[in-house]
């Protein structure tokens, strides 16, 4: 695998571009690639490729079995080069490299998992009532996809889109974030040589302005996959209406993680910190709002502010950094505006705050003492590493504060009474509840939220079928001419 040039993965080949942009280190704050800046007339190509290999060609003949094993060779071939995708995120986004090995070696288990579900996925015989009729489902490829995902967890993020849809029969377009899209341009080169035919796998990048605006209003586009934030969802819904594409949504959160007087102290803090602070708190699933029982609030506390002020910030390709930089410059200023309305508002800060000495666009660990649940940093998602404290004195006004938010993504309940860890999760309004752990995922579990945090499911058993579309067979079984419609009995 090769860093340079990066280039467009269109019909089975490498695009020379004819407009580029620079791609910039977060940890140093300089550019240090090209990337390719795809046209319209750019996606127009890439989709009209993965309509000719959804109508003509081998790809439609292709059995389920068959696509399956490809699935499964790009696993593999992903986890034989996950080290080196891993450097290149790790470059172009600035997460920690210990954490995009780890996460990139998984991402093969995707692919492998749905290459076995390919050949699965059934029809059904309906027992019809009516006589002499024979009725089959059939399950068919809804179509071209169009996968848009953001610069975070990428190749994670397209597993769950690619995986499924190519084990449905689907082709697909994938837009790679203009914000650090060298981890996946370099993955189209897996994809080839994992032998897909022309035209099945598309991968570009580009501004949502134009590239992406193209790409999930084109009329061959049958499905939207989509994760990223709200505003940019909504526009996407507003280019559906062109094509009418089935679109599903993996949007942010504000995730509440609650902490009960009863809770082993040490590992819900571990897993506080895990949830806020890793990946610099630039996870969908972040837990940025930690609502603690106020008999334990200013224990619990100190034990949080030892841990985040022992991070270990730093250089994201050394494995012994802990916490890397935002991955753009935006993001760092957006988060110290609202850090410093909350605090004029009358937050408390308990640590963090600052920019640690140094170039790159690093931002310190940072606690709130929120006291107020309206204040901008419990309200609004800053995609880094705030966390927000309120206190809480009964289960009840535990979960009014968690339900509080207009999103429903994730959620952690740390406790150890059963009764009230069943009550938490039937009650918490979010498309997951982790008790007594946080921020775990695998293929065989669906994912998705309420609300703001979008529309539908990824991962599991069902996510196929929602990369399809039934088609109904009758099939008159009597040797009887029908009768003429006409004739008065």
């Given at each position: 695998?090769?860093?340079?040039?990066?280039?467009?993965?269109?019909?089975?080949r490498?695009?020379?571009?004819?407009?580029?942009?620079?791609?910039?280190?977060?940890?140093?704050?300089?550019?240090?690639?090209?990337?390719?800046?795809?046209?319209?007339?750019?996606?127009?190509?890439a989709?009209?490729?993965?309509?000719?290999?959804?109508?003509?060609?081998?790809w439609?003949?292709?059995?389920?079995?068959?696509?399956?094993?490809?699935?499964?060779?790009?696993?593999?071939?992903?986890?034989?080069?996950?080290?080196?995708?891993?450097?290149?995120?790790?470059?172009?986004?600035?997460?920690?490299?210990?954490?995009?090995?780890?996460?990139?070696?998984?991402?093969?288990?995707?692919?492998?998992?749905?290459?076995?579900?390919?050949?699965?996925?059934?029809?059904?015989?309906?027992?019809?009532?009516?006589?002499?009729?024979?009725?089959?489902?059939?399950?068919?490829?809804?179509?071209?996809?169009?996968?848009?995902?953001?610069?975070?967890?990428q190749?994670?993020?397209?597993?769950?889109?690619?995986?499924?849809?190519?084990a449905?029969?689907?082709t697909?377009?994938?837009?790679?974030?203009?914000?650090?899209?060298?981890?996946?341009?370099?993955?189209?080169?897996l994809v080839?040589?994992?032998?897909?035919?022309?035209?099945v796998?598309?991968i570009?990048?580009g501004?949502?302005?134009?590239?992406?605006?193209?790409?999930?209003?084109?009329?061959?586009?049958?499905?939207?996959?989509f994760?990223?934030?709200?505003?940019?969802?909504?526009?996407i819904?507003?280019?559906?209406a062109?094509?009418?594409?089935?679109?599903?949504?993996?949007?942010?959160g504000?995730?509440?993680?609650?902490?009960?007087?009863?809770?082993?102290l040490?590992?819900?803090?571990?897993?506080?910190?895990?949830?806020?602070?890793?990946?610099?708190?630039?996870?969908?699933?972040?837990?940025?709002r930690?609502?603690?029982e106020?008999?334990?609030?200013?224990?619990?506390?100190?034990r949080?502010?030892?841990?985040?002020?022992?991070?270990?910030?730093?250089?994201?390709?050394?494995?012994?950094?802990?916490?890397g930089?935002?991955?753009?410059?935006?993001?760092?200023?957006?988060?110290?505006?609202?850090?410093?309305?909350?605090?004029?508002?009358?937050?408390?800060?308990?640590?963090?705050?600052?920019?640690?000495?140094?170039?790159?666009?690093?931002?310190?660990?940072?606690?709130?003492?929120?006291g107020a649940?309206?204040l901008?940093?419990?309200?609004e998602?800053?995609?880094?590493?705030?966390?927000s404290?309120?206190?809480?004195?009964?289960?009840?006004?535990?979960?009014?504060?968690?339900?509080?938010?207009?999103?429903?993504?994730?959620?952690?309940?740390?406790?150890?009474?059963?009764?009230?860890?069943?009550?938490?999760?039937?009650?918490i309004?979010?498309?997951?509840?982790?008790?007594?752990?946080?921020?775990?995922?695998?293929?065989?579990?669906?994912?998705?939220?309420?609300?703001?945090?979008?529309?539908?499911?990824?991962?599991?058993?069902d996510?196929?079928?929602?990369?399809?579309?039934?088609?109904?067979?009758?099939?008159?079984?009597?040797?009887?001419?029908?009768?003429?419609?006409?004739?008065?009995?």
């Amino acid at each position: 695998m090769t860093d340079a040039p990066f280039r467009n993965f269109i019909d089975g080949r490498f695009d020379e571009p004819s407009a580029t942009f620079d791609s910039v280190d977060p940890s140093t704050g300089a550019a240090w690639a090209r990337m390719p800046a795809a046209s319209e007339a750019d996606v127009d190509r890439a989709v009209e490729a993965a309509h000719r290999a959804l109508r003509s060609g081998p790809w439609r003949r292709m059995t389920a079995t068959a696509r399956g094993k490809l699935l499964v060779k790009l696993g593999d071939l992903v986890a034989a080069n996950a080290g080196r995708l891993a450097e290149l995120e790790t470059r172009d986004t600035g997460k920690i490299i210990r954490e995009t090995r780890s996460q990139i070696a998984y991402v093969g288990d995707y692919y492998r998992y749905y290459g076995g579900l390919a050949d699965k996925h059934e029809g059904a015989h309906v027992p019809i009532d009516k006589p002499d009729l024979d009725v089959t489902i059939r399950r068919e490829p809804i179509g071209v996809v169009a996968a848009v995902v953001p610069w975070n967890s990428q190749l994670f993020l397209s597993a769950v889109k690619l995986g499924p849809a190519l084990a449905a029969g689907c082709t697909i377009v994938l837009k790679a974030s203009e914000d650090g899209p060298g981890p996946l341009l370099a993955f189209a080169e897996l994809v080839h040589e994992a032998g897909f035919p022309p035209g099945v796998v598309n991968i570009l990048t580009g501004w949502g302005h134009d590239c992406g605006r193209r790409l999930t209003s084109h009329p061959l586009v049958s499905r939207v996959a989509f994760t990223g934030g709200p505003s940019t969802a909504r526009a996407i819904v507003r280019n559906t209406a062109e094509n009418l594409a089935y679109t599903t949504l993996e949007l942010g959160g504000k995730s509440p993680v609650v902490v009960f007087a009863d809770a082993d102290l040490d590992s819900a803090a571990n897993a506080v910190v895990a949830g806020i602070f890793a990946a610099t708190g630039q996870s969908c699933v972040a837990g940025s709002r930690l609502l603690v029982e106020r008999s334990v609030k200013d224990e619990f506390l100190a034990r949080l502010k030892r841990k985040a002020e022992a991070i270990r910030i730093g250089d994201p390709q050394d494995p012994a950094t802990e916490m890397g930089p935002l991955a753009t410059l935006r993001q760092r200023d957006w988060i110290e505006k609202v850090v410093a309305e909350s605090v004029a508002g009358g937050g408390t800060l308990v640590t963090g705050g600052t920019r640690p000495a140094g170039s790159g666009f690093y931002y310190a660990p940072t606690i709130i003492d929120a006291g107020a649940s309206d204040l901008p940093c419990v309200r609004e998602e800053l995609f880094g590493p705030v966390l927000s404290v309120l206190a809480f004195d009964t289960e009840a006004q535990a979960l009014a504060l968690a339900n509080d938010t207009p999103f429903g993504l994730a959620s952690g309940v740390f406790t150890s009474n059963l009764a009230r860890a069943h009550r938490m999760a039937r009650d918490i309004r979010a498309g997951v509840v982790w008790v007594n752990t946080y921020r775990v995922v695998s293929p065989l579990v669906p994912f998705g939220g309420y609300g703001l945090s979008g529309l539908g499911r990824e991962g599991g058993l069902d996510t196929i079928r929602d990369y399809t579309r039934s088609k109904s067979v009758w099939i008159n079984t009597s040797d009887e001419p029908i009768p003429d419609p006409f004739a008065m009995r």
